[in-house]
């Protein structure tokens, strides 16, 4: 893996596992932490809110040594024990449970209140289906939004002027160099990361704007990349973020899930694979 290629994952990588946080965070659920490539090397985390509320603040950020992926990890029970319900006192003096929050300890023995809400797995399978696919649509997302900063600036050098018919040239050259781009993606996966940029068949109208790009190489390229890591997760390999989505799929029409022994099965089965092709072999290249 050269560096520019490292790099490139390294952005996307950051990208991707954004979408997992702020989709996650934003359906309330804790993230304990945030981590670019595997094996930690470094982490910190940002001082604690002051009135003691739970917050992004919270989570652990780090980043490994090992450039083969990245991780956003979610808060579960066994981060905490002796979990008790949440009891509150009525005027009567009866005592009522406080439905879905505990009181209990962390492992270094803080005392802490937790909710249930917070633990993503416990959450319904359609909010943890938008956390699975967070991650590419912030790719797919982040691709879309370079190539039309360039293509903006490209149909400005073209033209010197600004107006409503170059925004319109503009909205539709990035849309269908976007289209475009997923060629170029999925040539980079099946030559399992050999990026050799090429101008593909393009239109006349588009050609010049396409040269831009390609002179262009590195924001093209990390937009090329941005989609080479859609294509890469949305694969049905558990646990890649395609076969997380297979699952809860299959949870939203049947109503249950499968069972523990067929995820840790696949879940060895798909991490071997996924380090046979896309680690060890582009390293034989």
Sequence with gaps: ??????????????????????????????????????????????????????????????????????LTVFDVPSNYTNLVPLSTVNPDGTAEENEGKYMGWTKEGKPVQVARRQFLHLRPAWQRLCVSLAGVIFNLLFALLLMGIMVFCAVSQKHGVWGFAELKESLLSTFQIFGYSFLDASAVVTGLFGFDFSISQVSQPIYDIYQFLYAHSFAYGLAIYSIVLFFINILPIYPLDGGHAVFEIYEIITGKQPPQTVRTVLSWVGSILFIILFWILPMLR
């Design 1 to 70: 893996m050269s560096l520019l290629t490292l790099v490139w994952f390294a952005i996307c990588a950051i990208v991707h596992e954004l979408g997992h946080f702020l989709v996650g965070h934003g359906l309330g659920c804790k993230v304990t932490r945030f981590q670019i490539f595997l094996s930690p090397l470094y982490s910190f985390r940002f001082p604690p809110r002051k009135d003691g509320k739970p917050s992004w603040r919270d989570t652990e950020f780090s980043i490994g040594w090992l450039p083969l992926a990245g």
